[in-house]
């Protein structure tokens, strides 16, 4: 995980409306409110040739300040537009409404429900809840976005990195630490049991392993992609299979658009192309599905704070309208590149 400098985020006020859409889970349903609508298909506008504004803007800003060291690392959104992000070196959750010029920070109500390094979050729509890896407290929990009190332990003695859901409800947690680099997938009905879904040995690069896998993604098919940072590539599991391919990266680190570096984040698009925060080589990158290389969407100019640069880019989102967001860590900032073309 990045280790970041203290940060308190500052909303910048746009003037272009916006409306998210979750992007770590094919559970798309709509929340429990009477202002949702179904959403169109995950970012269906986008094509082979779509390109984006190389000039990206900053939605979010952060600002140092002396009281310790804050390290956002992940992001995800509800149907409705709210953003909420892990600010893993603070232990707690930000949430910015959509519409809203300020944010709320959304803590545990008492010390059995306090965050220690939370590393994930994301919205389960269906439920009207988050759920949040936990990380240093090795569990994960799921509050209420309506009642404050609601809020419950559903996994226990577990390190988790990324997590993702399915529509049917399982959650998928990527898991890496010493003598486990593996996805777990749990049941979070009454028993709550786990299978293992991938990896699960010792962390090396053949298709059966993984090596620090960090965020996920499930797409419609229940296929599984996995950001296997330190194998420099990004992983696929189909629906009850027993190792995985590489579909993109995979050729050791370096600059190349043959090549990864340390990706973290990954999204997946409607065609089967898929999105690549590749974080050592600051750029996002899209493979078109079954490609052999990849091509540059945003940053890949060095790292930097200028409107077409990045540096160490962690994290990232569609929305409907196929605009792309980035959550730039090494620049403490949430950028959006407009959509160009198609």
Known sequence: ?????????????????????????????????????????????????????????????????????????????????????????????????????????????????????????????????????????????????????????????????????????????????????????????????????AGGGTSEDHFAQLKMPNFLFIDEDYSLYVADTQNHRVMKWRKNSKAGSCVAGGNGAGTNLTQLSYPTGVVVDHLGNIYIADSNNNRIVRWIKGANKGSIVAGGNGPGNGTDQLWAPYDLLFDKYGNLYVFDAGNHRLQKFFIESN
């Open 1 to 197: 995980m990045l280790l970041l400098a203290c940060v308190i985020l500052i909303p910048i006020a746009i003037t272009v409306p916006m409306v998210l859409v979750n992007k770590k889970k094919a559970n798309s349903s709509t929340t429990p409110s009477s202002t949702s609508t179904t959403e169109a298909p995950l970012y269906n506008i986008i094509t082979n040739t779509t390109k984006w504004k190389q000039n990206g803007i900053t939605i979010f800003q952060a600002v140092d300040f002396d009281e310790g060291t804050g390290d956002l690392s992940s992001m995800d959104i509800d149907n409705n537009g709210t953003i909420y992000m892990a600010e893993t070196m603070k232990d707690r959750i930000i949430e910015i409404k959509f519409g809203e010029t300020g944010f709320s920070i959304i803590n545990g109500s008492d010390d059995v429900h306090q965050l220690f390094r939370p590393t994930d979050v994301i919205v389960d729509q269906k439920t009207d809840s988050i759920i949040i890896c936990d990380a240093g407290n090795r569990r994960i929990l799921r509050w209420s976005r309506q009642n404050i009190s609601n809020r419950e332990i559903v996994i226990s003695n577990v390190y988790c990195i990324g997590l993702a859901l399915d529509d049917d409800g399982y959650l998928y947690v990527s898991i890496s630490e010493l003598g486990k680099h593996e996805i777990r997938r749990w049941n979070l009905g009454i028993n709550r049991t786990s299978t293992l879904i």
